[in-house]
């Protein structure tokens, strides 16, 4: 007793002793706001009329013009320099200004590099102006041709690096990974284009120059250069346009074949493999067009002599609704068993089984039939495009689809990554098997391992073909005497991937349907689809959602929660939701003070006890509401928030928004990992509030914007994520297997240009 007694006074004392580390918050004030009372603008002197000026000729005027108002605004500094005052600020930005007015780009291009080797820049426009020379057209090439020399430099390093890495435990395997990675560069380079993609931008950029200035000092050296990069692109054009001609001769696809053939020989004129293209694909479509040509002929003999009046009575039949044509189908046979149309009467009887109701007969049928050997059957060909089809013959196609599944199942297990066949390098087949023989003998040696992780293993592609015959099977045949095979492997699939909508439609579909299972799934399913809602970012599709779970769902646990959730959001839900983070704020004083927002000090100066914003901020929610978030009365950051509603003027709010996109462009300037998203309904909603519309904007849930400014410190942590200066990276790597370990330096490849898709 008196040991439960001494826990119980301990417990108490603990929990005391945690509430006090938490001082309580205080009441939160009558307003957030206090903004300058007014804001006022100084008298022009002789500094602003100068800039007055300059703005006025860059305009309007001439280059002399601003050259002239320029040095009035160097003399105005040299005045305040020798006085011992504070320069206007303004020299910087009006020499990029007075720059800006010359003719040439090149000529602002060499004054911009000018006034970014002085040392007093402004920290904004030397951010501007270093990305605005790092755009220049020969500058961008220079860099794709150092990255094309950087990736031939790091394929190089990388392939002899790794394998004399790996090989520190195990310095007799040294010799056979280096010899099997020289191989593999070898082949790798052997199969390279003879223009790659950067050297294809870098092409581009060196047109584009060329074109624009022709008579640059520079183009006489780029010309020669641009002759051979065109050769080459030539060349690679040529040499992937064989590649689709090639496979698709391989396919069948003769008319594919000849277009790309063709196009290979207009790239390169008179090229010897395009020609013998071209003529194979030439010759094979000709064979096809005269195979056309005959089956479109009227036979030499007519087929009916032999019975004609059996070849009518059977025409008659298959055109009256209820025609005996099984009655006629079997008179036909009966006269000339293997005459001309013995194959149209059994084509016949096959249909007749179909309309009777016997589908595993009909499909007996026809495959015999299609199966027929006879080069004169004319209804074989018709026989195995209906087999063939996988909309009409569903259970042949899931019985295929289901057996080549198994088949690379099994090839999985003993091949590895390797089942789907040796990866396409564009190199004769024999040579391909070389050089990829030592890396299949060991995943071979792997597949015990696979063999016994096969019952959990992931299904492969394949499966998902499987999947497809199977819902078409039932769709076609729901209550066929195979229907339960194909939806038991159905449900399985579907119970592996955990859909578990998919595996209660199968359950409740079933004839001999378990309710207590069907229940269960239910649940699940819905839980499933209340999961997707909540992931949902668009609310006027999420309130749809929860309504529709209620309507599918009606007594489940889900729809019950889904619609606590919905009446929760409604009575939160405003018509915008742009939110200012308390770190954002802390991070940006000019957006929290007299000339932005307005904030209290005593908001963000980390004494909950004179009332502190919550970490959720200030948000912004639509015309000129604000909400601001207190603390909660345990000053506890994770409790939830007090909210106050609150109303800023029209001139107020303008003066927030536009200091708020000026200040948060200005850090993605100087900072890249301060980058601003891009939320077009809150550029929308900010346009509107600077306009003094914000009354007015628009309130349809799809105009809401959800969109939260966050500080550098709640968005990369302590440590801020950079990219290293280093130009590789070391890589360890062990297999408990072998008992080997390794580690070997990897050298960075240059990443790929945002616009690179144009060049593929």
């Given at each position: 007793m008196t040991a439960s007694r001494n826990s119980r006074v301990l417990a108490a004392a603990l929990a005391a002793l945690l509430c006090g580390c938490l001082s309580p918050a205080g009441v939160p004030p009558d307003t957030a706001f206090h903004p300058a009372d007014h804001v006022s603008v100084p008298t022009p002197d002789a500094a602003d009329r100068t800039a007055s000026a300059l703005a006025?000729?860059?305009l309007v005027g001439t280059h002399a013009d601003t050259e002239r108002a320029l040095r009035n605004m160097r003399a105005i500094d040299t005045v305040l320099y020798s006085a011992d005052e504070r320069p206007t600020g303004m020299f910087d930005i009006s020499t990029d200004l007075t720059n800006s007015t010359l003719d040439d780009d090149r000529e602002y291009q060499r004054a911009s590099l000018a006034l970014l080797a002085r040392d007093d820049v402004d920290p904004l426009l030397r951010a501007r102006l270093e990305r605005f020379t790092a755009n220049d057209t020969l500058v961008l090439a220079d860099d794709r041709m150092h990255d094309a020399m950087l990736i031939e430099v790091a394929r190089a390093f990388n392939t002899l690096a790794e394998p004399l890495g790996k090989s520190i435990t195990s310095a007799q395997m040294a010799p056979y990974r280096l010899g099997r990675a020289i191989v593999n560069y070898v082949s790798e380079i052997y199969t390279l284009e003879p223009l790659p993609l950067r050297k294809r931008q870098a092409l581009a950029l060196w047109h584009e120059f060329l074109e624009r200035h022709p008579d640059a000092p520079e183009a006489e050296e780029l010309e020669p250069r641009v002759e051979r990069a065109n050769h080459k692109l030539q060349l690679t054009w040529r040499n992937r346009a064989l590649q689709v001609a090639e496979r698709a001769l391989e396919m069948g696809r003769v008319r594919l074949a000849l277009v790309y053939a063709d196009r290979a020989l207009r790239t390169v004129p008179e090229d010897r493999r395009a020609s013998e293209l071209r003529d194979e694909a030439a010759r094979r479509l000709v064979a096809v067009r005269e195979q056309q040509r005959r089956s479109l002929e009227n036979p030499a003999d007519d087929p009916t002599r032999h019975a004609p009046l059996e070849a009518r009575d059977m025409a008659v039949a298959l055109l009256l609704p209820d025609g005996a044509i099984r009655e006629g189908a079997a008179r036909l046979l009966q006269v000339d068993p293997h005459g001309p149309l013995a194959d149209e009467a059994r084509f016949i009887m096959a249909i007749a089984l179909g309309e009777d109701g016997d589908e595993a007969g009909m499909w007996a049928a026809l495959e015999e039939l299609a199966d027929d050997e006879n080069a004169d059957s004319?209804?074989?060909r018709h026989a195995l495009a209906i087999t063939t089809n996988p909309y009409l013959n569903t259970w042949r196609?899931?019985?295929?689809?289901?057996?080549?599944?198994?088949?690379?199942?099994?090839?999985?297990?003993?091949?590895?990554?390797?089942?789907?066949?040796?990866?396409?390098r564009g190199m004769p087949g024999p040579l391909e098997w070389l050089v990829d023989a030592p890396a299949l003998v060991e995943h071979v040696g792997g597949t015990p391992m696979r063999l016994i992780n096969l019952p959990w293993a992931e299904a492969l592609p394949s499966a998902r073909i499987v999947a497809t015959a199977a819902r078409n099977h039932l769709a076609h045949e729901p209550e066929g005497t195979r229907a339960d095979v194909a939806r038991d492997w159905l449900e399985d699939y579907e119970h592996g991937r955990q859909n578990w909508a998919a595996v209660l439609q199968l359950r409740e579909d079933r004839p001999d349907a378990d309710l207590a299972e069907i229940a269960e799934f239910r649940e699940l399913a819905a839980e499933q689809y209340l999961q997707a809602a909540l992931r949902e970012s668009n609310i006027a599709l999420r309130l749809g959602m929860y309504k529709?779970?209620?309507?599918?769902?009606?007594?489940?646990?889900?729809?019950?929660?889904?619609?606590?959730v919905a009446r929760a959001e409604v009575d939160e839900a405003t018509a915008q939701h742009i939110r200012?983070?308390?770190?954002?704020?802390?991070?940006?004083?000019?957006?929290?003070?007299?000339?932005g927002l307005g904030l209290s000090p005593e908001l963000l100066d980390g004494d909950s006890t004179n009332a502190e914003l919550h970490p959720e901020g200030v948000t912004l929610v639509g015309s000129r509401f604000v909400r601001v978030s207190y603390l909660a009365p345990h000053g506890d950051d994770e409790q939830e928030a007090r909210r106050v509603m609150e109303v800023l003027e029209q001139e107020h709010l303008a003066r927030v928004v536009s200091l708020l996109e000026e200040h948060t462009f200005h850090n993605m300037l100087l900072d890249p990992l301060e980058e601003v998203g891009v939320d077009a309904r809150r550029d929308v909603f900010f346009e509107r509030a600077r306009l003094g519309m914000a009354e007015d904007s628009d309130t349809r849930p799809g105009s809401i914007s959800n969109y939260t400014y966050k500080g550098v410190r709640e968005r990369y942590g302590i440590v801020r994520h950079r990219e290293s200066i280093l130009p590789f990276e070391l890589v360890f790597q062990g297999s408990l297997s072998s008992l080997s370990l390794g580690a070997f330096p990897r050298l960075h490849t240059p990443r790929e240009t945002p616009d690179a898709f144009l060049y593929r």
């Open positions: 006025r000729a860059a004319n209804m074989r196609a899931f019985e295929e689809a289901r057996s080549h599944d198994r088949w690379q199942r099994f090839k999985w297990v003993w091949l590895g990554p390797f089942f789907q066949g040796l990866p396409d529709e779970i209620g309507r599918i769902y009606p007594d489940s646990d889900a729809s019950r929660a889904a619609g606590a200012l983070s308390r770190g954002f704020l802390l991070e940006n004083p000019d957006v929290a003070g007299p000339l």
